[in-house]
């Protein structure tokens, strides 16, 4: 079942219906993702290099060296820090496109099936800004353990895949349910919508790929809400009548 919907979602994602909101997600995800480079170097170089700078007079003569140096390991530090604010980024992306990618995916897929029902643009926002805190702050939890070893691996995959597992459904669930009804049809399938979350993560994890995550994440998660209605006789009597 989880397979089956994320091989649907990845041939969603460069289907000719799916086209005009693939590239608003990609292009959107781009430029937040480069305003926040731009950002972190500026702080780096205004508030960061002039403290480690003061200390290189007081060095030997070797201090061009140790500053080229510095340099690198800076902009390696600003790649990592980059790469841990995708998980935010999607986060956020995915609270402004996730209706525009579900009424893609069930037009295509679904068709003889009742459509779902945006959220209101008001309750899309906070439920977007909302999760962009959560995701925040489980990635800085999961950033203190980068210097474990043989836990910072597990600790991305288990904390991103739980998150965004979570966040993801109840956003495709909402468009035929109740936030409280939403919420306790995935904790019922608490197990299986982890496992989907850690498929997210995986695809979180590869780069430049992880561009796509908002629209990967979102048609996979709309699949698997269709698929585990089916299943579930009474939930989807709830379903239908909020279709």
Do not use: C
């Amino acid at each position: 079942m989880i397979l089956d919907a994320a091989r649907l979602s990845l041939l969603n994602l460069f289907a000719p219906e799916t086209r005009n909101v693939f590239w608003k997600t990609l292009g959107l995800t781009l430029a937040v993702l480069l305003a926040l480079w731009f950002g972190l170097r500026e702080v780096f170089f205004l508030y960061v290099w002039p403290w480690f700078a003061s200390f290189l007079p007081s060095l030997p003569d070797w201090t061009g060296w140790l500053a080229l140096i510095a340099a690198i390991i800076a902009g390696i530090g600003l790649a990592l820090a980059l790469a841990l604010l995708i998980a935010p980024v999607t986060a956020l992306i995915a609270g402004l496109f996730l209706d525009d990618v579900a009424e893609v995916v069930e037009k295509r897929d679904y068709p003889t099936e009742p459509a779902g029902k945006a959220m209101p643009l008001g309750q899309a926002i906070l439920g977007s800004i909302q999760f962009l805190g959560v995701v925040i702050l489980g990635n800085m939890a999961a950033l203190i353990m980068l210097f474990i070893p043989g836990v910072n691996l597990i600790a991305f995959f288990l904390v991103n895949g739980y998150l965004l597992g979570r966040e993801f459904f109840e956003f495709a669930a909402m468009r035929f349910r109740t936030p409280a009804e939403a919420r306790d049809f995935r904790a019922k399938h608490a197990s299986t919508v982890f496992m989907a979350g850690l498929l997210i993560a995986g695809f979180l994890a590869i780069p430049i790929v992880n561009l796509l995550t908002p629209l990967f994440a979102a048609g996979l998660m709309v699949h698997l809400h269709k698929s585990l209605s089916r299943r579930d006789p009474a939930y989807t009597l709830t379903a239908a009548k909020r279709a």
